[in-house]
């Protein structure tokens, strides 16, 4: 088999097939992350990122569509003080003890879509609260996305949409989210074409 042209190959291009047999591309958890921001006193941006995130990209090639399904370990937040990643691990928070991960649906969405950039509607899971959400896709900045430059989207949402409502007083209700997400290339069959006779 040729080498995968990525997410953006298939019929109509260079490309020999589409990036994976199932039309199953897993993402890459070693290189993926989401990053957050919320202020503080309305003025102070607290950072921090997950740096695990984990799912697959399925491929519907009849209608040429494209579904996400993104899981973000909460456990694995790394922020710039220890004290800050246990609180945002928390019941208060993000309540990682009974909800150690959140989850990311995405609606269906043209192909082209991953180039071009565009709105990425789906549903997010926090703590157990499933909400609907848009985030915006941003425009690809290489010929193969998810391989050799990430997928990126952004987006916010408001913690209390999800069960966190302390700490209205000095903390935003509004959290900037930022998806750095790669895949993992399709393995290759390798082995020699067999001789006849």
């Not at 209205?168 to 020699?192: C, M, N, W």
């Amino acid at each position: 088999m040729l080498l995968a042209c990525g997410l953006l190959g298939g019929a109509g291009s260079a490309c020999a097939s589409d990036p994976a047999p199932d039309g199953i591309i897993r993402l890459d958890a070693s290189r993926s992350d989401v990053g957050f921001r919320v202020k503080v006193m309305w003025l102070l941006g607290v950072r921090g990122h997950f740096g695990k995130v984990d799912g697959t990209v399925r491929l519907d090639p009849f209608r040429n569509e494209l579904r996400v399904d993104a899981r973000i370990a909460v456990a694995s937040v790394h922020m710039s003080s220890s004290s800050y990643e246990e609180w945002v691990k928390s019941p208060e928070f993000f309540d990682v003890a009974a909800h150690p991960r959140i989850e990311f649906t995405s609606d269906a969405f043209p192909r082209a879509r991953l180039r071009a950039g565009g709105e990425l509607p789906g549903e997010l899971t926090v703590r157990g609260v499933r909400q609907p959400v848009q985030f915006d896709l941003q425009p690809a900045e290489c010929e193969r996305p998810a391989y050799d430059c990430p997928i990126r989207v952004a987006g916010t949402i408001r913690r209390s949409m999800f069960g966190m409502g302390s700490h209205r007083g000095t903390l935003s209700d509004k959290v900037e989210l930022d998806f750095t997400v790669y895949a993992i290339p399709p393995q290759h069959d390798t082995a020699p074409a067999p001789t006849p006779g």
